[in-house]
């Protein structure tokens, strides 16, 4: 029964690197033509990262559901945990990252021939994400909140931009994920948040207390709201509100 945990953190993992197998397969052809830069789908598609983040996310969420549900809670899963989710929220996102900043480079005139290192500030979310984890065993006040923004939370964030890319009606949304200046500044604003010691609400319920929960319950009924509203844009809508919320009731 103490393993059960542990088996469904393992799972967290495997979708980490299924998400990575599916970025490097990313259903994406850049071919340089007489035109310009082309991107040519192919039948692997790069949302399928998104997929597996997702369900990594969910089994994150129930690894410590049954740890509490068996009381197998142990050093042992804290540890595994982590590591986990370093893949799977770190790693994977910040692969995501490199490919949409390869596809904004190849956009420019001899793009395609850009150096590797103008790519390489994607897995500073990979590093700042394993420093945070890092802290979070370290520190024993995390336990009704976070100081910094989730590992999990920031990897969602960058998990929701191949579907909010591919499904946009707008072209200026998507092409905003496709300018590398937005992307670089989100590289520096998610891994920053991360390793910040800004308090942040974790959505735990201590009891049924309607005032003691009423930030949490406001964040759950707004993301409901933006889902309905904007689709997968609804994921960063929600990033940002989940952020406003931590810093207003940051003392709840």
């Known amino acids: 029964m103490k393993q059960i945990p542990n088996l469904f953190t393992l799972l967290n993992l495997v979708f980490g690197c299924l998400a990575i197998t599916a970025t490097l397969q990313n259903g994406i052809a850049i071919q340089s033509t ?7 789908d192919i039948p692997e598609q790069i949302w399928m990262a998104s997929l597996f983040i997702g369900l990594a996310a969910v089994v994150d969420f129930l690894d410590g559901f049954v740890a509490r549900l068996f009381n197998a809670s142990s050093d042992m899963g804290k540890q595994l945990d982590s590591l986990a989710d370093v893949v799977s929220f770190g790693v994977a996102p910040s692969m995501i990252i490199y490919q949409f ?21 994607a897995f500073i979310v990979a590093a700042a994400s394993a420093y945070r984890l890092a802290k979070f065993n370290l520190d024993t006040r995390q336990q009704y909140g976070f100081r910094g923004v989730p590992t999990p939370a920031a990897g969602l964030l960058v998990a ?17 994920l496709l300018n590398k200046w937005v992307l670089y500044a989100v590289i520096v604003l998610v891994s920053w948040l991360m390793v910040s010691n800004i308090p942040m609400m974790a959505m735990k319920f201590r ?11 406001i964040l759950l009924a707004l993301s409901v709201a933006a889902i309905v509203l904007f689709q997968w844009l609804s994921v960063p809508v929600i990033f940002i509100t989940y952020i406003i919320l931590s810093l207003v009731f940051k003392n709840k």
């Open 34 to 40: 007489a035109e310009g830069a082309q991107f040519i």
């Open 101 to 121: 900043l390869r596809m904004s480079f190849a956009r420019e005139e001899s793009g395609i021939e850009t150096s590797v290192w103008y790519l390489l500030p």
């Open 160 to 176: 929701s931009f191949p579907m909010i890319y591919w499904h946009a009606e707008s072209a200026a949304v998507a092409g905003l």
């Open 207 to 217: 009891n049924s207390s309607v005032k003691d929960n009423m930030p949490k319950l």
